[in-house]
């Protein structure tokens, strides 16, 4: 089965400097997917990027850009020029690309990212 | 009404009691998902519903009765529930397509509290 690791549950950051959170998976599989959601306090997950695996090149959505190491089997986001709605709970979540397991996502714990205005 | 909408947002039940949550996605989608939600744990895929047949249960309690009558409106049907089910439930939706990377929609979940 796969994980997803978060190991920092808290993270802080000023306004307008550059925050990396992380994430670590495990899997055995060599095709599959990589999400970040961002869940703002008291409203809905929405996506904010995602990577395919078969992908070298590091997705990019305006400030927000990945650190994809396949056989590091690490995910970070990276978040430039943080803005005050950017405070919210960040999930990396992993999903097989085939199989049964494509319909499930595994989700890490979360990392709570608060922004120093 | 557009993307995921779910019903109540907030609920309150005892142990006896029978409550139904429901989600509906205005999105087109062909899947539809229940998720549990707990402080410090990771979300929990409940129920996976692929064109209107359930295709995954994650060896959920039978206390928690999922209903897809359709492809836009999934139910999560409760009874006698447990203090620890009190959680966040998040329903979520998706377009399964051969070519697709399955993103799913989420919706702003409900508020479950058991006392």
């Known amino acids: 089965a796969q994980t997803v690791t978060q190991s920092q549950p808290e993270m802080s950051v000023q306004e307008a400097e550059t925050v990396t959170l992380s994430c670590t998976y495990d899997t055995s599989e060599s095709d599959y997917y990589l999400f970040w959601y961002k869940q703002p306090p008291s409203r809905q997950m929405i996506l904010v990027i995602r990577q395919e695996a078969y992908k070298q090149q590091n997705a990019t959505e305006n400030r927000f850009s990945v650190n994809f190491q396949k056989a590091a089997k690490s995910f970070s986001l990276k978040i430039s020029d943080s803005q005050l709605g950017d405070a919210a709970m960040y999930f990396c979540?992993?999903?097989?690309?085939?199989?049964?397991?494509?319909?499930?996502?595994?989700f890490g714990k979360g990392t709570k990212l608060s922004v120093i205005p | 009404e557009t993307g995921v909408t779910q019903t109540p947002r907030h609920l309150v039940m005892g142990m006896t009691n029978k409550k139904s949550l429901k989600c509906e996605q205005h999105l087109g989608h062909n899947a539809m998902y229940w998720y549990k939600q707990s402080a410090k744990k990771p979300l929990e895929l409940m129920f996976v519903y692929n064109f209107k047949e359930q295709t995954e249960n994650n060896s959920v309690p039978s206390r928690f009765s999922p209903e897809c009558p359709n492809s836009s409106h999934l139910f999560l049907h409760l009874h006698t529930l447990q203090p620890e089910d009190s959680a966040l439930y998040l329903c979520?939706?998706?377009?399964?397509?051969?070519?697709?990377?399955?993103?799913?929609?989420f919706g702003p979940g409900t508020r479950l509290t058991v006392l």
């Open positions: 979540a992993y999903r097989s690309a085939r199989g049964a397991g494509s319909y499930q996502l595994t």
């Open positions: 979520a939706s998706s377009l399964i397509s051969g070519s697709s990377y399955n993103e799913q929609f």
